[in-house]
Nanobody, 124 residues
Framework: QLQASGGGLVHAGGSLRLSCAAS????????IGWFRQAPGKEREGVSS????????YYIQSMKGRFTISRDKAKSTVYLQMNNLKPEDTAVYYC???????????????????WGQGTQVTVSS
């Protein structure tokens, strides 16, 4: 089970930290990704973290602003979002994927178990 939280309303330039609390599986065997879906747009992968060693991946437009991390003791993955822009407004989801091969955490099409989303709204 996945439970995303931490969304809210912020002004442009502000920050939010999203949390994805996981239960029922081992972080070592599953990759976890953050996705978002803006109104009228398709869902897109934003960032992911590799289950076995914690390596991270970001889509190019997120590098430098977003940071994914995890606390294995708390079974929680975080997405720290800084310098938020109005175009970051979306519902953010976390999802898991089994580890298929070493680099599969970067393949957003493999994520198939989803938590409910959390709304992030950035005002200009």
């Amino acid at each position: 089970q996945l439970q995303a939280s931490g969304g809210g309303l912020v002004h442009a330039g502000g920050s939010l930290r999203l949390s994805c609390a996981a239960s029922g599986f081992s972080f070592d065997h599953y990759d976890i990704g953050w996705f978002r879906q803006a109104p009228g747009k398709e869902r897109e992968g934003v960032s992911s973290i590799k289950g076995s060693d914690g390596n991270t991946y970001y889509i190019q437009s997120m590098k430098g602003r977003f940071t994914i991390s995890r606390d294995k003791a708390k079974s929680t993955v975080y997405l720290q979002m800084n310098n938020l822009k109005p175009e970051d407004t979306a519902v953010y989801y976390c999802a898991t994927a089994r580890v298929y091969y070493s680099g599969s955490y970067r393949d957003f099409t493999l994520y198939d178990y989803w938590g409910q989303g959390t709304q992030v709204t950035v005002s200009s």
